[in-house]
């Protein structure tokens, strides 16, 4: 029941944003893909979701054959930078929204929806607020409307795209304990893209540290830290 | 005495009228003098008159057959429009510069010549015009024609509108609904299509005026059958060139009245909707 990523490549035209990237992570794990821009981490996340495709390469994940399956049918939360929540939806229905869109026989009742927004809510501290529209909350209020709505079907995995990095120094710090406090709570496979060190070594059990479409270097973070294996390594963690 | 101080952005108080006389102005003389005309010749002979004029057999027949045709080119240029803009903001390929071009056509090429292309293709000495006879299709100088030129003349007005209102917005939220686990046509319905509403209410309005009121490609295709092929901005010039004044004017009138009902519904939806609009634009 772990997630293995083996050797995935992907090009976008002629520029290989990820050549040959592997990892292990045991269920239930919390991961950090660091590495500066155009590394190729955010690429490594997308395929991970289904919102893009390897050219070659494979991932296995809880004994599935994880690219052969379209985004929709993964389960995976996914959270975006930018949030993308639903604009023109409330708190409330942005939340529910992927238990309301399931098949009638998987779709749970109405009130059972209303409760389970109720306690989503509660998790990521912001009860009361199930009317407000995106637009009337901060941008932390909204990465957690983000959070809740990602957690709302029960995800396999929770992928996560810098997910702080529009947001001050002190909500960050806020919302990666919230993160991890959640994680720890829901027990989801969790992969987490940020180009900020600390927030990575913070958060996570096991760090990638990318770097041209590949891993330099993976394994928990004290030891990345303590022995770092190449001149990339040690020379981005002393930046 | 307290200096007073100046926004750096305020203009001379007589600036601002001559601009504002001058926009008022314009306006006045080339729009409104012109449409309180079309009302005034229609009334010339009073309302009875008026009355008649627009309840004659081929009045009422040309009113019939501009409304059907706007109703099947309008709905259909909704499609493509949509199809065409979600293609062009949500997908990568080649050739989408290319097909901005093409959608773009319609605007550049003048209407007359978009209707000739009709006459090329589907008239008797045209590409498919033997074959067409020969089974007894009837394309131009029929509805099936007028329908075609119109839906022509009126492709960019839906995709123009949405194009870059949907670029704009990007593909964050779809592919949030994708991760969701929402399919293709859920996504569409619950999350793009709110989004877009907006501009596809203005785009399809628009796309109907012009509908109703097109001429040029519409005249070259339409073989001004009166009573059976005019549309009514046709049947305007028709009366308008037998020297009709009363029924040319009363006839112009009706359409545009039609105009006028169809900008009094976009303000009054605009009005209606004001909130929702300004938390659409504030996010």
Known sequence: MSLTVDSVSKKFGRFPALNGASF???????????????????????????????????????????????????????????????????????????????????RPSNSDIQHRVKELLDLVQLPGLDKRYPSQLSGGQRQRVAVARALAIEPRMLLLDEPFG?????????????????????????????????????????????KDGRIEQYGAPADVRRNPKTAFVSEFLAT | MRATFKRPTD???????????????????????????????????????????ITEPDS???????????????????????????????????????????????????????????????????WF????????????????????????VTFPFVARELIPLMVDQGRDEEEAAATLGASGLGTFLRVTLPNIKWGLLYGILLCNARALGEFGAVSVVSGHIRGVTNTMPLHVELLYNNYDYVGAFSVAALLAMLGLITLTLKSLLEWRYADELAAAHRH
């Open chain 2, 129 to 152: 015009g033997r074959d067409l006879m020969d089974h007894n299709i009837h394309i131009l100088f029929a509805l099936p024609g007028m329908v075609l030129a119109t839906i022509f």
């Open chain 2, 11 to 53: 203009d001379p108080v007589w600036l601002k009228v001559l601009l504002g006389t001058l926009a008022f102005g314009f306006i006045a003389i080339l729009l409104l003098l012109p449409l309180a005309l079309v009302f005034k010749e229609a009334f010339a002979h009073g309302l009875l008159a008026f009355w008649a004029a």
């Open chain 2, 60 to 126: 009422l027949s040309s009113v019939w057959l501009s409304l059907t045709v706007a109703a099947i080119a309008v709905p259909l240029n909704t499609v493509f429009g949509i199809a065409a803009a979600w293609s062009i903001a949500k997908f990568d390929f080649t050739g989408k510069t290319f097909l901005v071009t093409l959608i773009d056509l319609p605007f550049s090429v003048s209407p007359v010549v978009s209707g000739l292309i009709y006459v090329l293709v589907f008239g008797a000495q045209g």
């Open chain 1, 166 to 210: 529009a947001l001050d120094a002190k909500v960050r710090k806020e919302l990666r304990a919230d993160l991890r406090r959640i994680h720890d709570h829901a027990g989801v496979t969790t992969v987490f893209v940020t180009h900020d060190q600390e927030e990575a070594f913070a958060v996570a059990d096991l760090v990638a540290v990318l």
């Open chain 1, 24 to 106: 292990v992570a045991p269920q239930g794990g919390f991961i950090s893909l660091l590495g500066p821009s155009g590394s190729g981490k955010t690429t490594l996340l997308r395929i991970l979701g289904g919102l893009e495709f390897a050219d070659s390469g494979s991932v296995r994940f809880a004994d599935l054959n994880w690219l052969d399956m379209p985004a929709r049918t993964r389960n995976a939360g996914f959270v975006f930078q930018q949030y993308a929540l639903f604009k023109h939806m409330t708190v409330a229905d942005n939340i529910a929204f992927g238990l309301r869109v399931r098949p009638r026989n998987k």
